[in-house]
């Protein structure tokens, strides 16, 4: 389609009638002439940028290359700023927010003269959040990530953001590191604007979203501050002309294929959880239904490739110059769906065809796995009616099959209060269990599934023990923690009948959770449970409480699932 007429902008540009001559005399108003617009494709670009969001600060400089690249295949730039989910600064978490990015994504398209757009995003709940607006406007669009934080060092040793902060503070608190090496760390520990450089949900997202059709290729890995990102981002723009003329729409690309290619790249990079509950939350939306059955299916069969921290030892940028997403995806052909369409019009076998491996110990060959299978595994039991998750490549492996006796937090004010209590009834085989961390329980759905090991243990050289909450945890994180307890402890599922002292068993090779209490007293407890009283009573987290959904449908709000592609507002 290369006729004007036929595209979106002209309904508000084209008519010689009274609305559109104010359309474009407040354009003339900023300077823009009729030969700037007319006729040309408008390019809006969604701008996450934040000065508090220190993974965006780049941001600025971005969407001027992105203008360029537009400028240059003759279309019409427009920025448009939207909502910054800053995951550092924003409290009590970004994950209460991202249903409200996604449905301003999604107005803010729809209700502009915009012909295709430019996503620009990469701080964890951005990705999906930009996304998901994306696919329920069905507005040709393309995402580009920020990109990851170049590599850290301190001293000799190579840090990974949020990783090497729990780790380091671990030995901070078990009397290890001194406040002035601490006070190295926080010097050092974040080298540059970008996301954080691990294989946290920043980047499990990035690749996912590329797994998905929704980037350029490898965009997902190439290091925010050099000059191949800025490359990317002319690019971009360019690119975004020719989703407009060519009208290549989410629902061009997406399909029940792009969806395993995204659960098959997650479970291979050993990924955030979190990017679980975004997968089935997009899928959702763009009418393919992901469910948990699907990640505990192909968690049994997708090896983990990518040696990346918190699973493995390299970082971002390491993974980019070893071949990136196409070189891992030549190593799982046969569990890929190749033919799937990307932004760029060809398929991910063309991708494919083009990887170079060039590091092969940070991404293995298909017989050198980093982790066989089951890297992120799906669990069930009578804790878990709706399943739960584990990332078990990060967990001691001496944990997964574990009975303890639990030590109960019933929420996180609580933790924060007997943790670290010398009096505390704790050993390293106990199960620490966190109450009301989920979607509505805490609310929001925080991370705070990675709880803290008792610094009387931590004295004593503990390092992991089982952890379970229905919570999330950062993608960045580490440790035998089972999350996302669905339906979660607030709604009444079973997570609010554990009592201190009750046997847990976890067996991660049989997917099983049980809480090793009788039938009958676990009714009792059921019986006796109250609801707690709701976190607020008007405003945006009312909104949020009575529609939200638990974490294995995707904590979407249930009025946004879908898409509502032919809804296009009036022009008077
Ligand atoms: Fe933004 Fe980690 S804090 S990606």
Known sequence: MRD???????????PDDL????????????????????????????????????CHSHFKERVEEVKRGVYQAGGFPVEIPVMSLSEMLMKPTTMLYRNLLAMETEEVLRCHPVDAAVLMGGCDKTVPALLMGAISADIPSLFLPAGPMLKSYWRDVTLGSGTDAWKYWAERCAGNLCDSQWKEIETCIARSAGTCMTMGTASTMACI???????????????????????????????????????????????????????VTQLAIAGSTNAIVHVIAMARRAGFPVTLDDYDQWSRRVPVLANLRPSGKYLMEDFHLAGGLP????????????????IDGRTLNDSIQEAITVDRDVIRPRNQPLYEHGGTCVLRGNLAPDGCVIKSSASAQNLLVHRGPAVVFENYADLKR?????????????????????????????????????????KQGVRDMVRISDARMS???????VLHISPESGAGGPLAWVQSGDAIELDVPGRRIHLDVSEEELQRRKDAWQAPAPHATRGYLKLYAEHVTQAHLGCDFDFLEGSDPGREPDIF
């Open 475 to 481: 993608g960045t994180s580490y440790g035998t923690c």
């Open 418 to 458: 007997r943790i670290n209590d010398p009096s505390l009834d704790v050993t390293a085989d106990s199960v620490l269990v966190l109450k009301n961390g989920g979607p509505l329980g805490a609310p929001g759905f925080p991370e705070w599934g990675m709880l803290p090991i008792p610094e009387k243990l931590l």
């Open 4 to 14: 004007p007429k036929q595209l979106r902008s002209h309904r508000w540009f084209g």
């Open 209 to 263: 979203a590329e797994a998905l059709g929704f980037a350029l290729p490898k965009a997902s890995s190439i290091p925010a501050v050099v000059a191949e990102h800025s490359r990317l981002a002319v690019a971009s723009g360019r690119m975004a002309v020719e989703l407009a003329w060519n009208q290549t729409r989410p629902s061009t690309i997406l399909s029940q294929g792009s969806f395993t290619n995204a659960i």
């Open 327 to 342: 070189a891992l995806w030549s190593e799982l052909q046969d569990l890929l769906d190749v033919s799937t369409k990307q």
């Open 19 to 54: 609305r559109s001559f104010g359309h474009r005399s407040r354009l003339k108003g900023m300077g823009v002439d009729d030969e700037d617009y007319q006729n040309r494709p408008v390019i809006g670009i969604l701008n996450t940028w934040s000065d508090l969001n220190t």
